[in-house]
């Protein structure tokens, strides 16, 4: 499967998990595929 997130999934992923969490260990575990805009690559640059 193919999943494109938004940037409010991110955010609540990494702060308070639940489901946009199981999403992003989903993606880990190599069980769907994320894939992201130049934008959200850029926003992930800024916030790290």
Same mark, same amino acid.
């Given at each position: 499967? $193919?999943? *494109? ?5 991110? /955010?609540?992923a990494l702060l308070w998990g #639940?489901?946009? #969490?199981? @999403?992003? $260990? =989903?993606a880990r575990n190599k069980q *769907?595929? /994320?894939?992201?805009?130049?934008? =959200?690559?850029? =926003?992930? @640059? @800024? =916030? *790290?």
């Amino acid at each position: 499967m $193919r999943v *494109i997130l938004d940037v409010n999934v991110w /955010i609540s992923a990494l702060l308070w998990g #639940g489901v946009p #969490g199981k @999403t992003l $260990r =989903l993606a880990r575990n190599k069980q *769907i595929n /994320i894939f992201a805009s130049e934008f =959200l690559l850029e =926003l992930e @640059t @800024t =916030l *790290i």
